[in-house]
């Protein structure tokens, strides 16, 4: 399958600073990527959708000042956390879609995630 | 509402057997996809096995199968030949084509254990 590359896989920084979050797809162009986060032995829950050369689409609850999420090339998405704070701790994974026969069939291939610890 | 039901926590298989990891689903949508990834304790999200809507076969992956059943709006996972390997988290999932947006949404996941 496809590869999507995520870094750092794990970042502990202090309260108050920034946090830069890359997802790259390695072998293929991803016009459309997804952040998604993830609390202990829950299922994920999707932030934002990402859409190359426009703004990204946040759900419903999702600070767009507080994660932003830049899409500058086909291959590069990055999500930032600013001012980051404790109750950001948390795993972030990113997607990346990867077109195949038709809408329908496009696989979604995930980053390896990134654990934040704010302190 | 909930679109994906995974109701089983917990599960336990002996190495060498088989096992079905269950989802049902909910959708209008006539076209959609259903997909099952695995997530070991190390944190990655595997892609397993993609069924769409109008296949008219169940996928198979290697010794992954879905169990398509249309009418129930079922997607089971079944693993054959389990392996101490396949200890992980397995997640069931559905983009909606038409009506989704291309968002893929997740069950809440069964965690499978396997036994030597």
């Known amino acids: 399958g496809a590869v999507v590359s995520q870094h750092p896989s794990w970042v502990i920084c202090k309260s108050g600073t920034s946090v830069k979050i890359e997802c790259r797809s390695l072998?293929?162009?991803?016009?459309?990527m997804f952040w998604y986060r993830q609390f202990p032995k829950q299922s994920l829950m999707l932030m934002a959708t990402?859409?190359?050369?426009?703004?990204?689409?946040?759900e419903q609850g999702v600070e767009k000042d507080k994660f932003l999420i830049n899409h500058a090339s086909l291959t590069l998405s990055t999500l930032t956390v600013t001012s980051a704070h404790p109750e950001d701790s948390s795993f972030y994974i990113c997607?990346?879609?990867?077109?195949?026969?038709?809408?329908?069939?496009?696989?979604?291939?995930f980053g390896a995630g990134t654990r934040l610890s704010v302190l | 509402a909930q679109k994906i039901t995974q109701t089983q926590p917990g599960m336990f298989v002996q190495e060498k057997e088989a096992v079905t990891l269950d989802c049902t689903y909910d959708?209008?949508?006539?076209?959609?996809?259903l997909f099952w990834y695995k997530q070991p304790s190390s944190g990655e999200m595997i892609f397993l096995i993609y069924?769409?809507?109008?296949?008219?076969q169940n996928a198979t992956e290697g010794r992954y199968s879905l169990n398509f059943q249309k009418a129930r709006k079922s997607a089971n996972l079944v693993i054959s030949a389990s392996q101490l390997g396949d200890s992980a988290m397995y997640f069931c999932?559905?983009?909606?084509?038409?009506?989704?947006?291309?968002?893929?949404?997740f069950g809440a996941g069964t965690r499978l254990f396997v036994k030597a």
């Open positions: 072998d293929f162009q991803a016009t459309t």
């Open positions: 990402s859409n190359e050369g426009s703004k990204a689409t946040y």
């Open positions: 997607s990346a879609r990867d077109l195949g026969q038709g809408s329908q069939r496009d696989i979604q291939y």
């Open positions: 999932a559905m983009r909606e084509a038409n009506t989704g947006g291309f968002k893929t949404i």
């Open positions: 959708t209008s949508d006539p076209s959609y996809g």
């Open positions: 069924q769409g809507s109008y296949d008219q």
